[in-house]
């Protein structure tokens, strides 16, 4: 079978000799950066902020952080539906198991640390309704009574994902750029 044809290498062209993922995983993958560098710096900031602008700050956070689990669900899917393209065959197999552990666990986060927050946010007795509804319209169904020790927990866990988020992203970035400045192999090309 002609190798341009594979479903696993598709989209050749002289700019990505090694293929290139479709437009809809760009889409995807853009309008996660694009959330991350929303939610990440404003959970960040929120324990510094003054009380009379924390409601808008926690809007802003809760709101990217649930349209990134929805948006990491749906890239799933779109996975299952349009493979990416394989690595080619030049990145050496440990780069390869790096790779795909750094992303199975990016997937993981990007899943797990909204949930988190959600269901912290909720036990801190502060459903996503009102002046923090989901993307300032969308009042959430209010899941728990308020329990600040289960709260407290939630909100350890969160921040311990919220600091191995910053951790997988460093590793994913700088892993992206290793490949485009020293080993000048088009990898990071197959997502722009």
Known sequence: MDASLSPRVARIDATHPDG???AIAKLFHWTTVLLIAVALPVGFVIGHVKDESKMAFYAIHESAGLTILFVAIL???????SPPPALPDHVPALMRKVAAGVH?????????QPILGFLATNAWGFPLQGETAYLGFINLPK????????????????TIVAWT???L???HIGGALF???LRRDGTLLRML
């Open 20 to 22: 290139q993922y479709g």
């Open 75 to 81: 890239r799933l899917a779109w996975r299952q539906l």
């Open 104 to 112: 199975h666990a990016l997937y993981a986060v990007l899943i797990l």
């Open 143 to 158: 899941y728990m009574e308020a329990n600040e020790w289960l709260a407290g927990w939630l909100q350890t866990f969160h």
């Open 165 to 167: 988020l910053l951790g």
């Open 169 to 171: 992203l460093s590793a």
């Open 179 to 181: 490949h485009h400045v």
